[in-house]
C-alpha cells in the first residue's frame, strides 16, 4: 500500500510561486514499482483535473495547457520526493492539489489511471 503526503499549499498573491512536495512514505517510489506520478487539482464544485505528470522510467512529463509554461513537474530522487513547481499563479489555479500514482502509464489525464493518493494540500491565490 502506497501512501502519499502531499505538502506546500498555501495562500499567494497573484503571480507569486509556490513548490509542492509529495512524499511515498516508507519507501521509494521505484520500490512500489510507480509509473507515474502525477498532479490533479479540485476546486469547489468542479471535478478533479489533470495538472500534470511523470513518467518515472525516463522522467517524460505532460502538462494540462492551462499550466502548461508556468507548472514544472520533477523529482528528487534522494530524497523521494515529487515536486510542482508552480509560477505565475493566477486566482484560477486556487484548487486543492493531489498527488496521485499508477502502476500503469496510459491514460495518464484520468484520474481514474491511478492507484494511489495523497490527502491534498490547499492552493489559494489572491488577486
Known amino acids: 500500500q502506497v501512501q502519499l503526503v502531499e505538502s506546500g499549499g498555501g495562500l499567494v498573491q497573484a503571480g507569486g510561486s509556490l513548490r509542492l512536495s509529495c512524499a511515498a512514505s516508507g519507501r521509494t517510489f521505484d520500490s512500489y514499482a510507480i509509473a507515474m506520478v502525477g498532479w490533479f487539482r479540485q476546486a469547489p464544485g468542479k471535478e478533479r483535473d489533470f495538472v500534470a505528470v511523470m513518467l518515472w522510467s525516463g522522467g517524460n512529463t505532460h502538462y494540462a495547457e492551462s499550466v502548461k509554461g508556468r507548472f514544472t513537474i520533477s523529482r528528487d530522487n534522494a530524497k523521494n520526493l515529487a515536486y510542482l513547481q508552480m509560477n505565475s499563479l493566477k486566482p484560477e489555479d486556487t484548487a486543492v492539489y493531489y498527488c496521485?500514482?499508477?502502476?500503469?502509464?496510459?491514460?495518464?489525464?484520468?484520474?481514474?489511471?491511478?492507484?494511489?493518493w495523497g490527502q491534498g494540500t490547499q492552493v489559494t491565490v489572491s488577486s
Open positions: 496521485a500514482a499508477a502502476w500503469g502509464t496510459t491514460y495518464y489525464t484520468s484520474a481514474t489511471s491511478y492507484n494511489y
